[in-house]
Each structure stands twice: as structure tokens, then as C-alpha cells.
């Protein structure tokens, strides 16, 4: 039997000490944002890390994301392990040439004769009137590009073991870290996301999603804020005598699509749950894969995901968009 | 030279927008302490307050006619006040209300009024390109108009700002691009992401005038931007400018500004650019009285416009589904007409 960890840490805690246990043991890791030194990250990402390593290894950066994107990139394709962090995820439209046709596509293109072990760390998500520039996550659009592996922690004890995968992996890594749920004292985090967290490094391996609450009547598969929100809409659900099965994804790619297909095959009913746009998106993608591989499996599909408009700023505006426990809940009960 | 009633106007302007940022400060943090938290209280979300910009702000906008397009960045109060921009419908807005500028759906950091050519956004720069696009209009159109983009200091750095004067410059685009420099890109100093001193030196290398204003005063930034908005509208080509400003407040409320020294701190709140004009205003013969009374209307302008606003309704969530288009979804037409393309003489 494994041994009780008691130590319990915020998600960005645990982030952090993944970062610092890499930089300790690796002189080449080495970590460029704004407002990543003094600061320590505006979501606590590098919180401390700038009085241990000092500012040529926890460096702030211009804010020109085209340049220090494309030369994290280029570092990288010298060897080095650079980290390199998009304020917030939104911003990623000034650098996109530097992140699609560069850190994505390089090692292709080089048929694997260059390696772009970079990590892109990003914050994410909305639920708390940012509106339309500052609150999306954006799951898709980097999942969509061919070449990045794209995790999404959920919780303190994945932050960890997914960070030290992602700074040892000779590939690039989008590391998209949700807002609301690292533990900072300005942006309340739910229940949920605090864990125990083992002292020891340990790696989350990529493509593995992992059953966060078994059940048989349906299955809930989401990822990020929205685990939290799909365990809450379960227990409710449970109440009602519906067992849901939630599926935390860990990965978009690589996707674990066969954890989702034996959940199906156990359910029947699929309820795909994305804080990202409605269309073209996470939502679709997995349900097209399940269908490619148990059709017959299913029985049932909804999808709950942001309609297709931008985050608009007002509250009960962006409640309105951005799905909570009680819209998964009703999309599991259409199910039954 | 500086009338005494444009003075006036500009200190109207800048006590407006002093009152406003400190008023919002207030309404912000109601609701989110001890314990701050971004998403209580009645304002939620960011707020950049530009308390210590406001000669930047009224100094260039003096200058501007209503048609004369604003592009500001997401600290954009003190810009869209001195550019005549609703202050109530602006306020509404801030605070997510159905009447509010964009019915709710912007926030502060996206307000656009296009009755008198204001919009910002909440990108670093991204208000540039939309600038010189303005510019060229007005070129295409053979009209007098302007206009003027503003980023912060921070900003210089941005592609698009470097490329915006570049595209104006080679374009002869009747732009003006204001730098406001109040030495923070929220926790880092100028010198720690920038090798030049002045951002106003970037302009050399695009064959146009640079000139910075070194101080936080109102009438020296009237005059630099008189020159450089005659320059627009006269047709001879966009010019950049640079104008010291210093930053009263955090980044955002909330920023616990903790990497800042507190003698920066101080000696931002030491330098007063609306204290300055007074001085201005005593100089051009307008007695402490007419000061007190052009205060006096600042002030209530702005209580004013927060009461309108609080007891503004709140939008209707279905709304949120509405604006996205213009025209329907399959454009200015439902229907296909009926060719018959097979057919033909030959």
C-alpha cells in the first residue's frame, strides 16, 4: 500500500516547487515572462523562484511575446529547457507565428533532426469579469495545431507531476494553468484543487486521463476548472439517485481516448464539459472520437461549452456563458 | 499659445478624471476587502485607474475634434474623458449595466463610443494598426481628420507599435502616437526591458519626429501635441510622442505594488500635474475661486454620472447570446438566385 501523503499544497505551490526541484537540478532551465521576477508571476506561477535563481535565470522579459516566444524557441533548438510564459493566454495572438509555425511544427519539418524541448506556460480561463481579452482558455486552439503536447492540470498534485514531465520532454509543451484554480488570495479558488501533493519529483505521464469519481449511469469527461464543477454537479446528481463518472483529461494531446471509451462502454451516455468556445472545439473533437471508436457504446450525447460568443464582461453576462455545476447537471439528467 | 479658456477646459478635463479614478476606487473596492477579491463588489473584474496621466490625456485631446479618431489602451479613463466620451453611458459600462456603453458586454478595458471616434482595448499596442488604419481613411477620403494612438511606456517593445510606425511613416498617415511613460510595465522598470531611455528616440529609426515631453505638465504637452497634430492634419506625415506621466495608483486596483520602492511611490504622489495647472490658470488671471468652481463641477459631473450608472439595470442574461452580427448570420442575402450555369450556345 502506497504511504499517506499529508502535505497539502495550492496548485500554483506545486507548479512552483516542479519548476525550482528542474532549475535546481538543471542549469539550462531557465524561465522568461513578464512580471516573472519581482513580481513572481501575476497568477503566483514564479512565486520565489526570482530570490533563489536571481534574474538571469528567472528573467522578466520585453513585452514582445513574437521575440521571446521565437527565442525560447530558438534556445530550446540549442538544447536548453527554457520555460517561457504568456501572461495570460489571450495574448497569444501577437506571437502565433512563433508558436504555430515554429515550436509546433520545427521537429516535424526537421524530420525529427531538431528537438524543441520548450515549455509555454499559460494562464487561462475566466469566471471572474475579465471579459473578452482576458478570460478565454483557448483548449482548441492549441490543441488544434499539430506538434504540441497540451496539458491542463487540475488540481496541486497534477501541477506537479505534468511540470516535471513537461520541462523533461525533449517535445513542446502548452502548459495552460487555470486562473481560478492555483490558490492566489486575490482569486478565491474552490474547493478541489488543494491536495496532497508527495514531497518527492514524480512525472504525470501525458495522455493518460484520469477517473476523478466512478459511476455508471453517465460520463462527464472535462478538464481544468471544470473537473471541480462536473465532481460538484456529481454529487448533486448523486442525490438524485444518478451516478456520474467524471473523466479529468490531464492532456488534449495526446488525448486518452481509450479511458473514455471504456467509460462509455460502462455508461452509454457521453456529457463532454469545456470552458472553451462551443464550436470546432474540445467538445466536438471528443465526441467525434468516441464515435469513431464505440458508436455502438452510445447512447446519449450533450455537450456543455461556451456558446459561441465572445466572454462578455458583466456578471450575470458571463454567468450566462461560462457553464456551471447546475448546467452539467441538467446535461447529465437530459441523458437518463 | 495656450488661451485661458482652453485651460480652463483642460483642467475641467483633468479634475474630471483625477475625481473619477479615485470616486471608481472607492466603488471598486467595496465589496472585495479585507480579504481582496478580484470578482466581488459591484465593479468586477480589472480596473487600471490612470490617476497622474491626465496632462497626457488632455494636453493631446485639446487638440481633437470629435471626428478626430482615439485608439487607448486598458488604462483608457482619463483619455476617453479629455476626448468627450458619455461619461455616464461610460461609467454605466464599468459597471456592467445595460445602458453602459457596450451593454455590458465590454468593461472598462473595452469602451467604444464612436460618436466622438473612441475605442480602447486590453492588449498590449493592439490599439496602434486600428490608429493608422484611421489615418489611412482619412487619406483615402482625402478628409482633415486625425489620429491619435496611445500605449504605455511598457508598449514600445510590442511589434505591432513598431510596425504601426513604420506603415504610418512610409504612408505619410496623419497619426500621432503617444507614448504615456510612467516608468512601470506594472512590475517592471523601464531599464530592465528596454535599451533606450526615451521611447521617443524609436521614431528616428522611421524617418519621423520624435519629441518628449519630460515633465508631467499640461501646457507642454499642449504645445508638443499642437505641433504634432497640425503636423497630421496639415499632411505632413505622423509624428511620435512622449510624455513623462507617473502612476499614483497599482497597475490594477489590488496590485500590491510591493516590488515598487517607496520612494517612487512618494515621489509620484509629490508630482502633481493638476496642481501644476492651477498655477497655470493663477498665471493666465483666473482667480482661486473660478478654480474652486471648475473643481466643483468636475466633482459632481462624476457623482453624477456613478449615481446614473448604479441605478442602471443590470443587463438581462439571455442578452449575452446577442451582437454578434450585423447582418444575419448569411450575410446581406437569404437566398441564391437561380442561374442556370450548364446552359449556354455552345
Given at each position: 500500500m502506497?504511504?499517506?501523503?499529508?502535505?497539502?499544497?495550492?496548485?500554483?505551490?506545486?507548479?512552483?516547487?516542479?519548476?525550482?526541484?528542474?532549475?535546481?537540478?538543471?542549469?539550462?532551465?531557465?524561465?522568461?515572462?513578464?512580471?516573472?521576477?519581482?513580481?513572481?508571476?501575476?497568477?503566483?506561477?514564479?512565486?520565489?523562484?526570482?530570490?533563489?535563481?536571481?534574474?538571469?535565470?528567472?528573467?522578466?522579459?520585453?513585452?514582445?511575446?513574437?521575440?521571446?516566444?521565437?527565442?525560447?524557441?530558438?534556445?530550446?533548438?540549442?538544447?536548453?529547457?527554457?520555460?517561457?510564459?504568456l501572461?495570460?493566454?489571450d495574448?497569444?495572438?501577437?506571437?502565433?507565428?512563433?508558436?504555430y509555425?515554429?515550436?509546433?511544427?520545427?521537429?516535424?519539418?526537421?524530420?525529427?533532426n531538431?528537438?524543441?524541448?520548450?515549455?509555454?506556460?499559460?494562464?487561462?480561463?475566466?469566471?471572474?469579469?475579465?471579459?473578452?481579452?482576458?478570460?478565454?482558455?483557448?483548449?482548441?486552439?492549441?490543441?488544434?495545431?499539430?506538434?504540441m503536447?497540451?496539458?491542463?492540470?487540475?488540481?496541486?498534485y497534477?501541477a506537479?507531476?505534468l511540470?516535471?514531465?513537461?520541462?523533461?520532454?525533449?517535445?513542446?509543451?502548452?502548459?495552460?494553468?487555470?486562473?481560478?484554480?492555483?490558490?492566489?488570495?486575490?482569486?478565491p479558488?474552490?474547493?478541489?484543487?488543494?491536495?496532497?501533493?508527495?514531497?518527492?519529483?514524480?512525472?504525470?505521464?501525458?495522455?493518460?486521463?484520469?477517473?476523478?469519481?466512478?459511476g455508471?449511469?453517465?460520463?462527464?469527461?472535462?478538464?481544468?476548472?471544470?473537473?471541480?464543477?462536473?465532481?460538484d454537479?456529481?454529487e448533486?446528481?448523486?442525490?438524485?439517485?444518478?451516478?456520474?463518472?467524471?473523466?479529468?483529461?490531464?492532456?488534449?494531446?495526446?488525448?486518452?481516448?481509450?479511458?473514455?471509451?471504456?467509460?462509455?462502454?460502462?455508461t452509454?451516455?457521453?456529457?463532454?464539459?469545456?470552458?472553451?468556445?462551443?464550436?470546432?472545439?474540445?467538445?466536438?473533437?471528443i465526441?467525434?472520437?468516441?464515435?469513431?471508436?464505440?458508436?455502438?457504446?452510445l447512447?446519449?450525447?450533450?455537450?456543455?461549452?461556451?456558446p459561441?460568443?465572445?466572454?462578455?464582461?458583466?456578471r450575470?453576462?458571463?454567468?450566462?456563458?461560462?457553464?456551471?455545476?447546475?448546467?452539467?447537471?441538467?446535461?447529465?439528467?437530459?441523458?437518463? | 499659445?495656450v488661451?485661458?479658456s482652453?485651460?480652463?477646459?483642460?483642467?475641467?478635463?483633468?479634475?474630471?478624471?483625477?475625481?473619477?479614478?479615485?470616486?471608481?476606487?472607492?466603488?471598486?473596492?467595496?465589496?472585495?476587502?479585507?480579504?481582496?477579491?478580484?470578482?466581488?463588489?459591484?465593479?468586477?473584474?480589472?480596473?487600471?485607474?490612470?490617476a497622474?496621466?491626465?496632462?497626457?490625456?488632455?494636453?493631446?485631446?485639446?487638440?481633437?475634434?470629435?471626428?478626430?479618431?482615439?485608439?487607448?489602451?486598458?488604462?483608457?479613463?482619463?483619455?476617453?474623458?479629455?476626448?468627450?466620451?458619455?461619461?455616464?453611458?461610460?461609467?454605466?459600462?464599468?459597471?456592467?449595466?445595460?445602458?453602459?456603453?457596450?451593454?455590458g458586454?465590454?468593461?472598462?478595458?473595452?469602451?467604444?463610443?464612436?460618436?466622438?471616434?473612441?475605442?480602447?482595448?486590453?492588449?498590449?499596442?493592439?490599439?496602434?494598426?486600428?490608429?493608422?488604419?484611421?489615418?489611412?481613411?482619412?487619406k483615402?477620403?482625402?478628409?482633415?481628420?486625425?489620429?491619435?494612438?496611445?500605449?504605455?511606456?511598457?508598449?514600445?517593445?510590442?511589434?505591432?507599435?513598431?510596425?504601426?510606425?513604420?506603415?504610418?511613416?512610409?504612408?505619410?498617415?496623419?497619426?500621432?502616437?503617444?507614448?504615456?511613460?510612467?516608468?512601470?510595465?506594472?512590475?517592471?522598470?523601464?531599464?530592465r526591458?528596454?535599451?533606450?531611455?526615451?521611447g521617443?528616440?524609436?521614431?528616428?529609426?522611421?524617418?519621423?519626429?520624435?519629441?518628449?515631453?519630460?515633465?508631467?505638465?499640461a501646457?507642454?504637452?499642449?504645445?508638443?501635441?499642437?505641433?504634432?497634430?497640425?503636423?497630421?492634419?496639415?499632411?505632413?506625415?505622423?509624428?511620435?510622442l512622449?510624455?513623462?506621466?507617473?502612476?499614483?495608483?497599482?497597475?490594477?486596483?489590488?496590485?500590491?505594488?510591493?516590488?515598487?520602492?517607496e520612494?517612487d511611490?512618494?515621489?509620484?504622489?509629490?508630482?502633481d500635474?493638476?496642481?501644476?495647472?492651477?498655477?497655470?490658470?493663477?498665471?493666465?488671471?483666473v482667480?482661486?475661486?473660478?478654480?474652486?468652481?471648475?473643481?466643483?463641477?468636475?466633482?459632481?459631473?462624476?457623482?453624477?454620472?456613478?449615481?446614473?450608472?448604479?441605478?442602471?439595470?443590470?443587463?438581462?442574461?439571455?442578452?449575452?447570446?446577442?451582437?454578434?452580427?450585423?447582418?444575419?448570420?448569411?450575410?446581406?442575402?437569404?437566398t441564391?438566385?437561380?442561374?442556370?450555369?450548364?446552359?449556354?450556345?455552345?
Amino acid at each position: 500500500m502506497a504511504e499517506q501523503i499529508d502535505r497539502e499544497l495550492t496548485m500554483s505551490r506545486a507548479m512552483v516547487e516542479a519548476i525550482a526541484t528542474e532549475m535546481r537540478e538543471n542549469d539550462e532551465v531557465f524561465y522568461m515572462g513578464e512580471d516573472v521576477a519581482d513580481y513572481g508571476g501575476i497568477f503566483d506561477s514564479t512565486e520565489g523562484l526570482r530570490e533563489e535563481f536571481g534574474y538571469d535565470r528567472v528573467m522578466d522579459v520585453p513585452i514582445s511575446e513574437t521575440a521571446y516566444l521565437g527565442a525560447a524557441v530558438g534556445a530550446a533548438q540549442e538544447g536548453m529547457r527554457p520555460i517561457a510564459e504568456l501572461m495570460f493566454v489571450d495574448f497569444f495572438g501577437v506571437a502565433m507565428d512563433q508558436i504555430y509555425n515554429q515550436m509546433a511544427k520545427n521537429t516535424y519539418m526537421s524530420g525529427a533532426n531538431v528537438s524543441v524541448p520548450m515549455v509555454l506556460t499559460a494562464a487561462v480561463g475566466g469566471t471572474y469579469n475579465d471579459a473578452a481579452q482576458h478570460s478565454q482558455t483557448l483548449y482548441g486552439t492549441f490543441a488544434h495545431v499539430p506538434g504540441m503536447k497540451v496539458v491542463v492540470p487540475s488540481t496541486a498534485y497534477e501541477a506537479k507531476g505534468l511540470m516535471h514531465n513537461a520541462i523533461r520532454d525533449d517535445d513542446p509543451v502548452a502548459y495552460m494553468f487555470h486562473k481560478r484554480l492555483m490558490g492566489i488570495g486575490w482569486l478565491p479558488a474552490p474547493d478541489g484543487p488543494k491536495t496532497p501533493v508527495p514531497e518527492e519529483e514524480y512525472t504525470i505521464p501525458f495522455g493518460s486521463a484520469d477517473v476523478k469519481r466512478e459511476g455508471d449511469d453517465a460520463t462527464i469527461v472535462t478538464l481544468g476548472l471544470h473537473v471541480h464543477r462536473a465532481l460538484d454537479a456529481a454529487e448533486s446528481l448523486a442525490d438524485d439517485g444518478i451516478d456520474a463518472e467524471v473523466v479529468d483529461l490531464r492532456s488534449l494531446v495526446p488525448l486518452d481516448t481509450d479511458t473514455i471509451v471504456a467509460s462509455i462502454e460502462k455508461t452509454g451516455n457521453l456529457v463532454v464539459v469545456d470552458e472553451d468556445y462551443r464550436s470546432y472545439g474540445v467538445t466536438g473533437e471528443i465526441v467525434a472520437s468516441v464515435a469513431d471508436e464505440a458508436l455502438g457504446a452510445l447512447e446519449s450525447v450533450e455537450r456543455v461549452a461556451l456558446p459561441d460568443v465572445p466572454i462578455p464582461y458583466a456578471r450575470p453576462l458571463e454567468n450566462e456563458v461560462i457553464p456551471d455545476a447546475g448546467d452539467i447537471e441538467n446535461a447529465v439528467k437530459r441523458t437518463q | 499659445m495656450v488661451t485661458p479658456s482652453e485651460l480652463k477646459q483642460m483642467y475641467l478635463d483633468m479634475a474630471t478624471a483625477r475625481h473619477y479614478e479615485e470616486r471608481l476606487q472607492e466603488e471598486y473596492l467595496e465589496g472585495k476587502q479585507p480579504a481582496f477579491d478580484i470578482s466581488a463588489g459591484p465593479i468586477p473584474g480589472e480596473l487600471h485607474l490612470a490617476a497622474g496621466h491626465e496632462a497626457a490625456g488632455a494636453g493631446v485631446c485639446q487638440h481633437l475634434r470629435d471626428d478626430d479618431t482615439v485608439t487607448a489602451p486598458h488604462r483608457p479613463h482619463h483619455v476617453a474623458i479629455a476626448k468627450g466620451v458619455d461619461l455616464k453611458r461610460m461609467t454605466a459600462e464599468i459597471f456592467g449595466r445595460e445602458t453602459g456603453l457596450g451593454k455590458g458586454k465590454g468593461g472598462h478595458m473595452h469602451l467604444f463610443d464612436p460618436e466622438v471616434s473612441f475605442a480602447c482595448s486590453g492588449i498590449i499596442a493592439e490599439g496602434c494598426p486600428p490608429a493608422v488604419g484611421a489615418g489611412l481613411a482619412a487619406k483615402k477620403r482625402n478628409t482633415d481628420s486625425v489620429a491619435v494612438a496611445y500605449l504605455g511606456e511598457g508598449a514600445i517593445d510590442q511589434g505591432a507599435f513598431l510596425e504601426s510606425l513604420n506603415f504610418a511613416a512610409v504612408q505619410d498617415l496623419p497619426v500621432v502616437f503617444v507614448i504615456e511613460d510612467n516608468d512601470w510595465a506594472i512590475s517592471m522598470p523601464k531599464d530592465r526591458v528596454t535599451d533606450v531611455e526615451n521611447g521617443s528616440d524609436r521614431a528616428g529609426g522611421f524617418d519621423m519626429p520624435g519629441r518628449r515631453v519630460d515633465v508631467d505638465d499640461a501646457v507642454a504637452v499642449y504645445d508638443a501635441a499642437r505641433e504634432a497634430v497640425g503636423r497630421a492634419r496639415d499632411r505632413n506625415g505622423p509624428t511620435l510622442l512622449e510624455i513623462q506621466v507617473h502612476r499614483r495608483m497599482g497597475h490594477f486596483m489590488g496590485d500590491p505594488e510591493t516590488y515598487r520602492p517607496e520612494e517612487d511611490q512618494d515621489a509620484a504622489a509629490g508630482r502633481d500635474s493638476i496642481e501644476r495647472l492651477v498655477e497655470d490658470l493663477r498665471a493666465a488671471g483666473v482667480d482661486d475661486a473660478e478654480v474652486d468652481d471648475l473643481r466643483a463641477q468636475a466633482e459632481a459631473r462624476v457623482e453624477e454620472a456613478i449615481q446614473w450608472a448604479k441605478d442602471q439595470p443590470e443587463p438581462d442574461p439571455a442578452a449575452a447570446h446577442d451582437d454578434m452580427w450585423i447582418n444575419p448570420g448569411s450575410g446581406v442575402t437569404d437566398t441564391e438566385p437561380d442561374f442556370d450555369l450548364a446552359g449556354g450556345d455552345d
